[in-house]
């Protein structure tokens, strides 16, 4: 244990994580910002154009929750394609957690999405994409979510198997801080601060505290790296780019 939080079975982590953001779901985007002073929105903005989808793009956002990737990948199409349109570029968010898909498909209504054109949603584990055909995608993301998943490799080898030839899996999550400066707050930061705003702002301790011992146990850099590679994806340089020191880091694999 650290701080007094108990370590997690393996066999309790799925029902525990369901709880978790079945818990946080109502509050989940108003905390994001409100615990990282809005830094997770440079870091998706950022992820997002070094993805670079174009109108073609056919997208499958894993842990996708409220949607924060799907959205932020259809503005950009938009962006980029002449006339503004989306021309056959299409985002599938797949979530395990109903209530989080909830918000999303909210959010996807408020925006004005009506139709499952280009934008789903989908109840499921990624663990097991069953719903997902092989070879059928170009880009794969994950985005803080593969930390919450019992089986990292299983997750992987799906992702492998739903990318086309040549297709891109990009991780983002959160990572070990390399700045021995910030490391020490940072510390202080995750086990002191978050869980004590998790109760005030969500009435939740549990659940943040839950987030943190997940972050911290998460596998460093180039751990993480090497359990790609071992998925039979090729690598490019070292692997992954850090953004804020370490914090969060984007890891990317070639399917060849
Ligand atoms: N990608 C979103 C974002 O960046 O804001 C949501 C990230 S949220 C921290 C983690 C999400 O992972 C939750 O919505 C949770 O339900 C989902 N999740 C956890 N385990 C999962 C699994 N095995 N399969 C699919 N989604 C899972």
């Known amino acids: 244990t650290h701080f007094g939080f108990r370590t997690i079975p393996e066999h309790e982590k799925e029902t525990l ?31 997002m154009r070094t993805l670079a989808p174009s109108s073609t793009t ?10 924060d990737i799907a959205f932020r990948f259809l503005d950009h199409v938009r962006g980029v394609t002449p006339g503004g349109g989306l021309g056959t570029a299409k985002v599938t968010v797949v979530d395990i957690n109903p209530a989080m898909l ?21 109840e499921g584990n990624a663990e097991n ?38 297709g891109r899996l990009s991780v983002l999550e959160f990572s070990s801080v390399n700045n021995p400066l910030l490391g020490p707050l940072y510390e202080f930061y995750s086990f002191r601060i978050i869980p004590a705003m998790g109760d005030l702002v969500a009435g939740d301790r ?10 911290r146990k998460f596998p460093a850099q180039p ?11 090729k690598v490019q340089g070292q692997g992954w780019e850090d953004l804020t020191f370490g914090v969060a880091a984007i890891h990317t694999g070639f399917k060849i």
């Open 17 to 47: 994580v369901g709880k978790v953001f079945g818990n946080v779901a109502q509050s989940y985007d108003l905390m994001n910002d409100v615990m990282s002073g809005g830094v997770h929105r440079l870091w998706k903005d950022h992820y």
């Open 58 to 67: 056919q997208h499958l956002d894993v842990a996708g929750g409220t949607g």
């Open 102 to 122: 909830e918000v999303g498909k909210r959010r996807a209504l408020d925006l004005g999405y009506r139709d499952s054109t280009h934008l789903e949603f989908l």
């Open 129 to 166: 994409l069953h719903q997902i055909p092989d070879a059928s995608v170009d880009l794969y993301t994950i985005a803080f979510g593969i930390r919450n998943c019992t089986h990292v490799d299983r997750v992987l080898a799906e992702a492998y198997r739903v990318l086309k030839p040549g």
């Open 206 to 215: 549990e659940s943040y505290a839950y987030l943190v011992e997940s972050i």
């Open 223 to 233: 751990v993480f790296r090497d359990m790609i590679k071992t998925a039979g994806f």
